[in-house]
């Protein structure tokens, strides 16, 4: 399974929402800033989520985007699926099965990425926003803010940092850069 980085993206922003649930509609200027992420691409993963009836948009001086139905009601799989496609890391199941079925010689292979598929699809089915946000933060993580272009960074301790050029801001076997 490949989670692109505007996958990674839907999934901050729809973090965001869950723990903001019970305010209403959040602009997408705030969602972006406290995310840290590009205002203009949120705008269009938003329109997708909006799309598809996950999010609904909110008219007027306290406008923006709220989640449409309960963070229990939405499964992480939904979202992945929308953004990145199919949650199979190797082919569909039934290309699986047809690969098991005809190449005797790497059948036990196939099998076993059968059973990664299966696992990473039924853990993304089972976990809904809800469960995210009640796991709590990572232990000893940082919330960073600060101004994206210049790359500077505060984070909660109050100390700057710089972010490096070419330095990942997201783990590089979970997220890969748009065309990848």
Do not use: C
């Not at 406008?63 to 190797?90: H, K, T, V």
């Not at 993580?141 to 490096?164: C, F, L, P, Y």
């Amino acid at each position: 399974m490949k989670v692109s980085q505007k996958g990674l993206y839907a999934l901050q922003a729809m973090m965001l929402l869950t723990r903001r649930y019970t305010q209403g509609a959040i602009r997408i200027r705030d969602i972006a800033y406290e995310e840290n992420l590009p205002e203009k691409f949120l705008e269009l993963i938003l329109l997708e989520l909006k799309n598809a009836r996950i999010v609904e948009s909110v008219r007027g001086a306290k406008g923006g985007y709220q989640l449409r139905r309960a963070p229990s009601e939405i499964r992480l799989s939904e979202i992945i699926r929308l953004i990145d496609g199919p949650l199979a890391p190797f082919g569909d199941a039934d290309q699986l099965r047809t690969l098991i079925d005809r190449d005797a010689d790497h059948r036990t292979l196939y099998q076993v990425f059968l059973e990664v598929r299966d696992a990473a699809a039924r853990i993304l089915e089972n976990t809904t926003l809800a469960d995210l946000i009640s796991r709590g933060p990572a232990a000893g993580s940082r919330r960073q803010t600060g101004d994206r272009k210049s790359g500077e960074r505060k984070s909660i301790n109050g100390k700057t940092a710089k972010k490096r050029k070419g330095e990942l801001s997201v783990l590089p076997m979970l997220a890969r850069g748009e065309g990848a």
